[in-house]
């Protein structure tokens, strides 16, 4: 994801980055955390972890999920765990949610 480029500065190319909000699907939904597990229903290996920011986005420039794609899970600062019934084999996370899925949110 490359929307982050700007012409005269440093390059932000991202490999994985989306946007959380609460139940209402408009606020942001700050400092959870995500989880990247290569198995169904957040079980076998812990691929990656991603911060979700003061803002709920979460971005990273760093290749973390795998070829074979990673089942994303989300904890929100409520404590609510969330876990993507499919595997995501990208990291543009709001090419799906916010368009034709939901938009991903926890409390
Ligand atoms: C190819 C489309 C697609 C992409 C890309 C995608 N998702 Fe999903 N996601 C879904 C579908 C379909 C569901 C199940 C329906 C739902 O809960 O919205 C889902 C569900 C979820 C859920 C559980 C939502 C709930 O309310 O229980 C989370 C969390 C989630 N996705 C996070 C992510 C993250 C993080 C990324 C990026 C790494 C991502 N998704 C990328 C299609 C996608």
Redesign the pocket.
């Given at each position: 994801m490359s929307c982050h480029i700007a012409a005269d500065t440093a390059t932000y190319n991202f490999a994985?980055a989306?946007s959380v909000f609460k139940s209402d699907k408009t606020t942001p939904s700050p400092n959870g955390i995500?989880y990247f597990w290569s198995e169904f229903g957040g079980t076998g290996l812990l691929v990656a972890t991603l911060e979700i920011d003061a803002v709920g986005n979460f971005f990273t420039t760093s290749s973390i999920?795998p070829a074979f794609g990673a089942y994303?899970?989300?904890r929100g600062t409520s404590g609510a765990i969330?876990?993507?019934?499919?595997l995501?084999?990208?990291?543009?996370?709001n090419?799906?949610?916010g368009v034709n899925?939901?938009p991903?949110?926890?409390n």
């Amino acid at each position: 994801m490359s929307c982050h480029i700007a012409a005269d500065t440093a390059t932000y190319n991202f490999a994985v980055a989306g946007s959380v909000f609460k139940s209402d699907k408009t606020t942001p939904s700050p400092n959870g955390i995500l989880y990247f597990w290569s198995e169904f229903g957040g079980t076998g290996l812990l691929v990656a972890t991603l911060e979700i920011d003061a803002v709920g986005n979460f971005f990273t420039t760093s290749s973390i999920l795998p070829a074979f794609g990673a089942y994303p899970q989300m904890r929100g600062t409520s404590g609510a765990i969330k876990t993507m019934p499919i595997l995501a084999y990208t990291g543009n996370c709001n090419s799906c949610h916010g368009v034709n899925e939901a938009p991903i949110w926890i409390n």
